[in-house]
T-cell receptor, first 111, second 114 residues
Framework: QQQVKQSPQSLIVQKGGIPIINCAYE??????FPWYQQFPGKGPALLIA?????SEKKEGRFTISFNKSAKQFSLHIMDSQPGDSATYFC??????????FGQGTRLTINP | EADIYQTPRYLVIGTGKKITLECSQT?????MYWYQQDPGMELHLIHY???????EKGDLSSESTVSRIRTEHFPLTLESARPSHTSQYLC?????????????FGPGTRLTVL
């Protein structure tokens, strides 16, 4: 079973802090690593994604850090806001094959 | 951004009823997926399709069935709903020809079986 392990399960951060969510994968053939953001009652939305040829990608306040040798990648949210409170999922896939999702992290940003 | 539509958004139904959850996309995506998700919990792939007349079971066993007669339409059917089927059902699709699986989700159908 190809797995992606995500931690922590839940995270509470004060406004302006930098929450960090981590994921570890097993299959070295994975070559696409997206993060999804899901608000209650909504479907997940693609937030940011990275390929293994780079170690970091930034889009606005969201940054993915990628460590190929450790088979780990993480999401950092700079200057976090209460509106960032959501469930975040990491995922991985090989080529165009189906995504393998992490277990999800419920993030709460307190005002 | 892909346009994926799911109907109904909410459904409350009695045990034993047959239900069909609708999913359609207007982007010409060849790959489509159904996930089952309890609130705020893991996404479990229950069915997927890589094109017309192609359907496969996902990682989580499900009593539901799917069909793919048209590219844009991927309905999910439960022949006899039970309380254990209560969950959120999410449909997703991804574009053809890509080298990676950029997947887009619909808003979901929240199913409650009494």
């Amino acid at each position: 079973q190809q797995q992606v392990k995500q931690s922590p399960q839940s995270l509470i951060v004060q406004k302006g802090g930098i929450p960090i969510i981590n994921c570890a994968y097993e299959n070295t053939a994975f070559d696409y690593f997206p993060w999804y953001q899901q608000f209650p009652g909504k479907g997940p939305a693609l937030l940011i994604a990275i390929r293994p040829d780079v170690s970091e990608k930034k889009e606005g306040r969201f940054t993915i850090s990628f460590n190929k040798s450790a088979k780990q990648f993480s999401l950092h949210i700079m200057d976090s806001q209460p509106g960032d409170s959501a469930t975040y999922f990491c995922a991985a896939s090989k080529g165009a094959q189906k995504l393998v999702f992490g277990q999800g992290t419920r993030l709460t940003i307190n005002p | 951004e892909a346009d994926i539509y799911q109907t109904p958004r909410y459904l409350v139904i009695g045990t034993g009823k047959k239900i069909t959850l609708e999913c359609s996309q207007t982007m010409g995506h060849d790959k489509m997926y159904w996930y089952q998700q309890d609130p705020g919990m893991e996404l479990h792939l229950i069915h997927y399709s890589y094109g017309v007349n192609s359907t496969e079971k996902g990682d989580l066993s499900s009593e539901s069935t799917v069909s793919r007669i048209r590219t844009e339409h991927f309905p999910l059917t439960l022949e006899s709903a039970r309380p254990s089927h209560t969950s959120q059902y999410l449909c997703a699709s991804s574009r053809p020809g890509g080298s990676y699986n950029e997947q887009f989700f619909g808003p979901g159908t929240r199913l409650t079986v009494l």
